[in-house]
């Protein structure tokens, strides 16, 4: 139940980011630093940042409720955010002018990965 739980707010949480990307992402950009250019910048940001985190949130969210595999949704979930913590934790030593938004974000890419550790050793516990 608790990996179900997790999966299902990871994804939620994916899926607002998703649609605020997509619906504003002149507003979601500037609030990270990310300059749009054109019809091509706007075009690659709604892929990237709203096609991806949308499709993140479908996956997490299939994993959650197909409850025999929500172990390895998440192992997935780890495994993602373990690599958005390294990248963005190495960007932000390497970096000067960090945004606001992008500390917040670091934050919940922390939280994500540490909550989903937790969950990962609990959800062992629970199929022992």
């Given at each position: 139940?608790?990996?179900?739980?997790?999966?299902?707010?990871?994804?939620?949480l994916y899926f607002g980011l998703a649609m605020w990307c997509t619906f504003a992402p002149e507003q979601t950009s500037q609030k990270i630093g990310f300059t749009l250019n054109g019809g091509s910048g706007k075009s690659e940001y709604m892929t990237v940042y709203g096609g991806l985190e949308f499709g993140l949130a479908l996956v997490l969210i299939v994993f959650a409720w197909r409850t025999s595999m929500a172990g390895e949704g998440v192992?997935?979930?780890?495994?993602?955010?373990?690599?958005?913590?390294?990248?963005?934790?190495?960007?932000?030593?390497?970096?000067?002018?960090?945004?606001?938004?992008?500390?917040?974000?670091?934050?919940g890419e922390w939280v994500i990965l540490l909550l989903g550790l937790a969950t990962m050793f609990l959800h062992s516990k629970q199929a022992i």
């Amino acid at each position: 139940m608790i990996a179900k739980t997790y999966l299902t707010i990871v994804g939620l949480l994916y899926f607002g980011l998703a649609m605020w990307c997509t619906f504003a992402p002149e507003q979601t950009s500037q609030k990270i630093g990310f300059t749009l250019n054109g019809g091509s910048g706007k075009s690659e940001y709604m892929t990237v940042y709203g096609g991806l985190e949308f499709g993140l949130a479908l996956v997490l969210i299939v994993f959650a409720w197909r409850t025999s595999m929500a172990g390895e949704g998440v192992l997935i979930c780890v495994l993602i955010h373990a690599a958005l913590v390294l990248f963005r934790t190495v960007s932000l030593f390497c970096f000067r002018d960090i945004e606001p938004m992008t500390w917040q974000l670091a934050a919940g890419e922390w939280v994500i990965l540490l909550l989903g550790l937790a969950t990962m050793f609990l959800h062992s516990k629970q199929a022992i």
